[in-house]
């Protein structure tokens, strides 16, 4: 069996595995901890060059206080989940059924239409900012979260429609093949066949698409602009000075942000496990 489980190496692998798993795990986690001590530094101690050195000062409650106090990161929180939750939505549904349609009727331009789901995935998208920047000017949608949010359903829905067709793709086909007999109709076999068995891939899907729509950063700036409409990751600038460099809230927005995606995961993570390691072993 490849790769030899660490229980069974040598005596010296083992010693050198234990030894290198902190240390790695270590360097892993160093600029989220960077981040994190930053976020609770007062600013005299930032100004003084003391980056990396134990606090002066532990500003916890301060400086949390203040970015929802002081800055629009409500706002941009309120953007976010805007425009993410209405994407995860919007692209799961779509490629559930195109991913049905896709996997299960056998027609002439089957594999071309699946080519075109995948070539997208394939398309440099800063290529796409000017044409992408022109066509939501034209549409009107400049600078809204639904604009924002209508070409991420557009842009994930290829990636999406990968997944679930190649999850369906490995259902039992005799499963639908009993329910035509049965008379049942297309839609039905749809909704009360395929689609219960396809909730842990639904979950998985929806925390990955999450976790790329919250995170994302280009299209947020390419298409959005000011308070009332940019998601957090492109506000996180806006909390600097004008003058200074206010980095100890700009990490502790950071820290802020950062625990949706987080929550998400680990509210799904069972669900996330399993859809991603089903059909993985017989």
């Given at each position: 069996?490849?790769?030899t ?8 692998v083992?010693?050198?595995y234990?030894?290198a798993?902190?240390?790695t ?17 007062s ?7 003391n ?7 532990f ?5 949390y206080?203040?970015?929802?106090t002081?800055?629009p990161?409500?706002?941009?929180l309120?953007?976010s ?18 991913g ?6 056998k ?7 699946f080519f075109?789901?995948?070539a997208g995935n394939?398309?440099?998208?800063q290529?796409?900012?000017v044409?992408v ?11 809204t979260?639904?604009?924002l949010?209508l ?7 290829g ?11 490995a259902?039992p086909?005799?499963?639908?093949e009993?329910?035509?007999v049965?008379?049942?109709?297309e839609?039905q076999i ?18 990955l698409?999450f ?15 000011g ?7 492109a506000?996180?600038?806006?909390l ?11 990490s502790?927005g950071?820290i ?5 995606p987080?929550a ?9 496990i399993?859809?991603?390691?089903l059909g993985?072993?017989?």
């Amino acid at each position: 069996m490849f790769p030899t489980p660490v229980e069974k190496t040598s005596a010296k692998v083992r010693i050198g595995y234990q030894v290198a798993l902190p240390i790695t795990l270590i360097v892993w986690l160093l600029p989220l901890i960077a981040v994190a001590l930053t976020s609770i530094r007062s600013a005299g101690d930032i100004n003084a060059g003391n980056y990396w050195g134990w606090p002066t000062s532990f500003n916890l409650i301060e400086n949390y206080t203040a970015i929802f106090t002081n800055t629009p990161i409500g706002q941009y929180l309120l953007n976010s989940f805007k425009v993410t939750i209405p994407t995860v939505i919007g692209a799961v549904a779509l490629s559930c059924m195109t991913g049905f349609a896709l996997a299960v009727y056998k027609f002439k331009s089957n594999l071309p239409i699946f080519f075109l789901f995948v070539a997208g995935n394939f398309v440099p998208f800063q290529i796409l900012m000017v044409p992408v920047r022109d066509l939501t000017l034209q549409m009107g949608v400049y600078n809204t979260w639904q604009g924002l949010a209508l070409f991420h359903i557009a842009f994930q829905t290829g990636f999406c429609t990968l997944f679930m067709r190649n999850f369906i793709k490995a259902l039992p086909f005799e499963l639908i093949e009993a329910a035509r007999v049965e008379g049942v109709t297309e839609i039905q076999i749809f909704w009360h066949v395929v689609l219960p068995l396809m909730k842990p891939a639904i979950a998985a899907l929806a925390v990955l698409i999450f976790t790329f729509i919250w995170n994302d950063y280009f299209w947020a700036t390419v298409l959005t602009q000011g308070a009332d409409n940019q998601p957090i990751t492109a506000g996180l600038y806006s909390l600097n000075g004008q003058w200074v460099s206010a980095w100890h809230l700009v990490s502790a927005g950071s820290i802020v942000a950062a625990l949706p995606p987080v929550a998400m995961f680990f509210l799904m993570q069972k669900h996330f496990i399993a859809g991603l390691t089903l059909g993985a072993v017989k």
